[in-house]
């Protein structure tokens, strides 16, 4: 089985509450080789490796939160940092898009009892979200309606989760 379908079938198991399930998942991530970023070099998961990203850190957050009682924490929050610096190299619509769908994700599964880690991660979350609202929303540029409406269910996540004011966002996407 390949990567990819190893870690949707932990998604769907972390989705269902059992973190454990992503140990092989997870394992094998821990194996992959690191980029000149030091994120893990996703393109064994797939092409594109924003969409990847957002299938690898909701399960990578998830096994780290339940079963490795937050010690990859710290490399969690390098890797997510780093993914925040390539965003602003390449901002795209559909970057942007995929990196929100991506750490509102992994934000839900994080444990706010290591605060620093969980506070710092939200706040490049709202950080990107205004970016993308400022450079694509309040102008007249074109974005990809799939792009759009994951870029939009992002945002009411976050609002619905309380991490975003739904009376600030709610109507602007």
Not at 46 to 57: C, F, H, R, T
Not at 138 to 144: F, G, K, Y
Request: charged residues 30%; glycine residues 4%.
């Amino acid at each position: 089985m390949e990567l990819k379908e190893k870690l949707q079938k932990a998604l769907q198991a972390v989705e269902n509450g059992d973190a454990a399930a992503a140990g092989e998942a997870v394992s094998e991530l821990k194996a992959l080789p690191r980029t000149a970023e030091g994120v893990f070099d996703l393109k064994a998961v797939d092409e594109d490796v924003w969409k990847a990203a957002g299938l690898v850190y909701p399960v990578y957050v998830a096994y780290e939160t339940v079963c490795n009682k937050k010690e990859g924490y710290p490399d969690l929050i390098a890797q997510m940092r780093a993914w925040d610096g390539m965003l602003k190299k390449d901002y795209t619509f559909a970057n942007a898009a995929k990196a929100a769908d991506m750490w509102i994700h992994t934000i839900q599964r994080m444990s706010p009892e290591i605060y620093e880690y969980y506070r710092e991660l939200m706040d490049i979350f709202k950080a990107n979200v205004r970016e993308t609202l400022a450079k694509f929303y309040d102008t007249d540029a074109v974005r990809d309606a799939a792009d759009a409406e994951l870029f939009k269910a992002a945002v009411l996540q976050a609002c619905a989760s309380d991490i975003l004011l739904a009376e600030k966002y709610e109507k602007r996407v």
